[in-house]
């Protein structure tokens, strides 16, 4: 039964909502100002012994600082800071004391800074997020105009080019790669942004490359392989991709001793796009055998059930399976604790879809530099949650050259060779 709210009773209930707010925002700035006197008096405690000629403590307090406002999760809160007066000299310079929980010069949270790009990233245009913020945050939140926030973007460039000038120093043993297409608001080309993601000797995922390829040629994979090679990047063990001819045809130049693997997403894709819909469901199922065999030999089985099934009348999608069918069970040659890793490339899918959801709320952006840089700040950010692989200790055992077969550590028969 339809309920006609009285406007007093929602007027009251708003009401209280707001004293809510309030209420939160309060115990916040109490167990903030807590937590700051808490740290000084350990400062003050650590330093106890320090003293002067006179026998006068060198360390000691000095009041509060002027207020100031703090824009944390929960709202914005005005604190005061205290203050520290450290008279010690170390190594010739004057001591000072820091605050590790409220830096100075600090208006904002860390998750509230990191909250800023990815709502610009989901769509949320530059002229929203003062008015959106401050219904959250209070009408006290500060540092939100639409001014900071373009002048936050702008930093991305900055960041850019030093991640682009930024030594390889480490050994990779994987990489994934795609070349992931953006629509560009003021220009009729289109954006195509070439990734490449590592993963280190320990396990650690970590963004290699973004770069403008304008289409996935030869040419432009080229380009970006050889930046990589020139900041220190030396040839991975296996590298992970779609079908796209570009990057194999670049990669067999520069890292011929690579291993390659096709992304079996991609190829499950290109196979049922040649099917007939009322068939699609049978061979997926089939396909789906083919990529989570236990054995090569199990793979290959599979791969020729599917070529009998569907050859003869749809010899496209065999195929589009059958040809690449090398390059698409060379998962086996790696430890089987890595292969729900590299038998695709969705850690780069799985990042762009943020920014494909950014495309279609604002049409594309309005430059390719500024698709490049809002492609970058994704993967940065994305990157601080990225897992390490499974099984993290056998990558060094892969990169030191230990073979595998069927996804396990060969070994060899000890009686027979004595």
Not at 40 to 51: G, L, N, W
Not at 97 to 104: G, I, K, N
Not at 291 to 310: L, S
Not at 395 to 401: D, E, K, M, S, T
């Amino acid at each position: 039964m339809l309920r006609v709210q009285d406007p007093q009773e929602k007027e009251k209930a708003e009401g209280v909502g707001q004293e809510l707010d309030e209420l939160a925002r309060e115990g916040a700035r109490r167990m903030l100002m807590q937590a700051l006197d808490a740290e000084v008096a350990e400062y003050i405690e650590r330093h106890q012994e320090a003293r002067d000629d006179d026998g006068h403590a060198l360390v000691v307090r000095n009041g509060r600082a002027r207020k100031r406002r703090v824009t944390l999760g929960c709202g914005t809160v005005e604190v005061e800071a205290p203050r520290v007066n450290d008279k010690r000299v170390v190594n010739g310079e004057r001591s000072r004391f820091t605050s590790e929980l409220l830096p100075p010069y600090m208006r904002r949270s860390p998750k509230v800074n990191e909250v800023l790009p990815v709502l610009y990233l989901r769509g949320l245009s530059t002229g929203d997020f003062e008015p959106a913020l401050k219904s959250l945050l209070g009408d006290k939140a500060s540092g939100l105009s639409a001014t900071t926030i373009s002048r936050l973007t702008s930093e991305w460039k900055s960041a850019y080019k030093a991640f682009h000038k930024r030594a390889i120093r480490d050994e990779f043993v994987y990489v994934w790669v795609d070349g992931v297409h953006f629509n560009i608001r003021l220009e009729d080309d289109r954006l195509c942004t070439l990734v490449v993601i590592g993963v280190r000797k320990d396990g650690t995922k970590c963004v290699l490359t973004v770069e403008d390829g304008y289409r996935e040629s030869k040419e432009s994979w080229l380009f970006a392989l050889r930046g990589l090679a020139s900041r220190g990047l030396k040839a991975p063990m296996l590298a992970i991709g779609d079908g796209a001819l570009g990057f194999w045809a670049a990669a067999r130049e520069l890292w011929p001793e690579t291993k390659q693997q096709l992304c079996w997403v991609h190829k499950l894709k290109n196979v049922l796009d040649k099917l007939p819909r009322r068939l699609q469901a049978r061979a997926k199922s089939l396909l789906h055998e083919v990529m989570n065999a236990e054995t090569r030999e199990q793979a290959e089985e599979a791969c020729e059930t599917f070529r009998q099934g569907f050859e003869a009348k749809y010899p496209k999608s065999v195929a589009s399976l059958i040809e690449n069918q090398k390059r698409l069970l060379t998962f086996f040659d790696f430890p089987a604790e890595h292969w729900e890793h590299i038998r695709s490339a969705n850690p780069i899918e799985s990042a762009f879809a943020t920014l494909r959801l950014r495309q279609r709320v604002t049409k594309g952006a309005g430059s390719r530099s500024k698709a490049l840089w809002m492609a970058y700040k994704l993967l940065d950010m994305a990157s601080l949650r990225w897992r390490r692989v499974n099984s993290p200790e056998l990558v060094a055992r892969v990169l030191l050259g230990e073979k595998f077969v069927d996804g396990l550590a060969e070994t060899k028969d000890v009686g027979n060779a004595a």
